[in-house]
């Protein structure tokens, strides 16, 4: 089990020290009759541009020039445009570019009515159709989508419940810190998305990666046969702590906004997709655990006593550089 541990970390670490990748953004606004405000982001990694252009429709026509801001992890340009008077019901909007990345365009129209809608563009597809109003199975989709790709996206979310995995024994009470995580971050989640609670975001991603350092440090402590809170009652640190996580899953589901005309879909079918990637990882995790203590008892290796630490010390390291690292962003 030690040796999957060790695997499943160097699987994850590679990307431990970069940003999470999330999608580009487009929005358009229709501010008077065939006029939109446009608003146009990607996402800024290592320095670097995603290599994505927008391409809209022939015959648009730029009401005055773009300007690009530098936001701390993507360009955000902001235009208006003359669309004519069918604005941009039935033409194509391209992103010359994306089929060569492997992130999405997230897409939201709203509409001078009051009708909004939002959808994924995939990179298999690297254009999209404006119709006059999608399904909501579409709008289901984009959202279920969006939540996969965040939660495994999120490295700091996945070592968190890495971390609960490895402190937890036993399957009953793993079941059970796993649904208090569940149930804690989808309440905060609802709740900010909502606008019932408001918490600046730079605090809420540092206390995130503390949670992952008080997890770890319990790890050690239960190893030397000192079980803290954490050890003895798993299910209350992951409901205290998913509390925290919610509001950081938040924080990325504001970026990108939801339809007004669908919010509590696009939230549910958020939360589910957060929810799937989460079980996936946690499948892959209990697979790759597993598959190592079989190899270990077929070789008959046993590991030098301090090996067994390894991977606390690394979980507990990674989200302390992490915790600087944002804390230097306040």
Same mark, same amino acid.
């Given at each position: ?16 020290? +970069?940003?999470?990748?999330?999608? +580009?953004?487009?929005?358009?606004? /229709?501010?008077? &009759? ?8 990607? &996402?800024?990694?290592?320095?670097? @541009? ?14 005055? %020039? ?5 936001? &701390?992890?993507?360009?955000?340009? @902001?235009? =208006?445009?003359?669309?004519? =008077? ?5 033409? @194509?909007? %391209?992103? &010359? ?37 999608? #399904? !909501? ?5 984009? $959202? ?39 149930v804690a971050h989808s309440i ?9 609670? #408001?918490?600046?975001? *730079? *605090? ?13 440090? /319990?790890?050690?402590?239960? @190893? ?9 009652? *798993? ?19 504001? %970026? ?16 589910? !997709?957060? /929810? ?18 079989w190899l270990l008892g077929r070789?008959?290796? =046993? ?5 067994? =630490?390894? *991977? +606390? $010390?690394?979980? !507990? #390291? ?10 230097a962003t306040f």
């Amino acid at each position: 089990m030690r040796l999957a541990l060790l695997l499943l970390l160097a699987l994850i670490l590679p990307s431990a020290w +970069a940003h999470e990748v999330r999608p +580009a953004y487009l929005e358009l606004k /229709e501010t008077a &009759p065939g006029k939109f405000s446009v608003q146009w982001r990607t &996402p800024v990694l290592a320095g670097m @541009r995603l290599p994505v252009a927008l391409k809209l429709p022939d015959g648009v026509r730029n009401l005055e %020039e773009p300007g690009v801001h530098e936001l &701390p992890d993507s360009l955000l340009e @902001r235009r =208006s445009v003359d669309a004519g =008077s069918a604005g941009f019901a039935g033409r @194509r909007i %391209e992103f &010359p570019g994306l089929q060569f990345t492997i992130t999405d365009v997230l897409v939201r129209v709203q509409l001078l009515d009051g009708r909004s809608w939002s959808t994924l563009v995939r990179p298999s597809q690297p254009w999209l159709e404006i119709a006059a109003s999608p #399904s !909501g199975w579409e709008v289901a989709g984009a $959202y279920l989508r969006l939540g996969v790709e965040h939660i495994l996206g999120g490295v700091d979310h996945l070592l968190f419940v890495l971390a609960l995995l490895l402190l937890v024994q036993g399957w009953k009470l793993l079941v059970g810190t796993i649904t208090a995580f569940t149930v804690a971050h989808s309440i905060t989640l609802a709740a900010a998305t909502l606008g019932y609670v #408001s918490v600046p975001g *730079p *605090p809420v991603e540092a206390c995130i990666t503390l949670s992952i350092v008080f997890v770890a440090a /319990e790890i050690l402590r239960a @190893r030397r046969g000192e079980p803290g809170l954490a050890q003895r009652s *798993p299910w209350l640190i992951a409901f205290v702590f998913g509390l925290l996580h919610g509001l950081g899953f938040a924080g990325a589901l504001h %970026e990108v906004g939801l339809p007004q005309n669908a919010i509590p879909l696009a939230l549910a079918f958020f939360n589910v !997709g957060v /929810e799937l990637g989460q079980l996936a990882f946690i499948a892959v995790a209990l697979a790759a655990f597993a598959g190592g203590a079989w190899l270990l008892g077929r070789l008959r290796w =046993s590991w030098p006593a301090g090996v067994a =630490s390894l *991977p +606390a $010390y690394a979980i !507990g #390291s990674i989200a302390a550089f992490w915790t600087l690292q944002r804390i230097a962003t306040f």
